[in-house]
T-cell receptor, first 110, second 114 residues
Framework: AQRVTQPEKLLSVFKGAPVELKCNYS??????LFWYVQYSRQRLQLLLR??SRESIKGFTADLNKGETSFHLKKPFAQEEDSAMYYC????????????FGQGTTLQVKP | DVKVTQSSRYLVKRTGEKVFLECVQD?????MFWYRQDPGLGLRLIYF???????EKGDIPEGYSVSREKKERFSLILESASTNQTSMYLC?????????????FGAGSRLTVL
């Protein structure tokens, strides 16, 4: 079965501390993995995708096929990073169907 | 530059009423989706459509139907609303970019069923 698990509902850190939001997946095949973010009163939007191997707003995520994980990391959290983060998985087709995790609220305290 | 528009931000309906949630995208995307967003459950796919008049069930289609008569418009229908359908509903459309689909979301429609 295809599944995305984000074990933490809430992650609270102080400004300047490192951040790691965990994401584990279950998928038979080669998935595409994404992180989406929703800031307060804003639309859900793409943060980054593993296929691009990019760093966005200081965040990176590495696909670990052995551990079936796609954790989101940032070395120094900023207050403006406070948001809801969703990990998502897609199969290799062009229908775009995404399976989302439960979401993790990141709270960065001053 | 709003690209995915959901017609209603907030709706309050009574149990048993028929509810229409409308979504329009102006990006000429083939694929469109309806998700519901609930705290602790994340986003769950209700239905999606990969072409005009084509639709597929998602993970939680029970109690819902959809309509896609034109490429830009994807409607979600609750034939007889129930209190457990109180939720935030998100519409999205997608484009295939560099080997992966990227979803663009609407602002959401918060439905309360009394």
């Amino acid at each position: 079965a295809q599944r995305v698990t984000q074990p933490e509902k809430l992650l609270s850190v102080f400004k300047g501390a490192p951040v790691e939001l965990k994401c584990n997946y279950s998928y038979s095949g080669s998935p595409e993995l994404f992180w989406y973010v929703q800031y307060s009163r804003q639309r859900l939007q793409l943060l980054l995708r593993h296929i691009s191997r990019e760093s966005i707003k200081g965040f990176t995520a590495d696909l670990n096929k052995g551990e079936t994980s796609f954790h989101l990391k940032k070395p120094f959290a900023q207050e403006e990073d406070s948001a809801m983060y969703y990990c998502a998985l897609s199969g290799r087709s062009n229908t775009g169907k995404l399976i989302f995790g439960q979401g993790t609220t990141l709270q960065v305290k001053p | 530059d709003v690209k995915v528009t959901q017609s209603s931000r907030y709706l309050v309906k009574r149990t048993g009423e028929k509810v229409f949630l409308e979504c329009v995208q102006d990006m000429d995307h083939e694929n469109m989706f309806w998700y519901r967003q609930d705290p602790g459950l994340g986003l769950r796919l209700i239905y999606f459509s990969y072409d005009v008049k084509m639709k597929e069930k998602g993970d939680i289609p029970e109690g819902y139907s959809v309509s896609r008569e034109k490429k830009e418009r994807f409607s979600l229908i609750l034939e007889s609303a129930s209190t457990n359908q109180t939720s935030m509903y998100l519409c999205a459309s997608s484009l295939w970019v560099a080997g992966a689909n990227v979803l663009t979301f609407g602002a959401g429609s918060r439905l309360t069923v009394l």
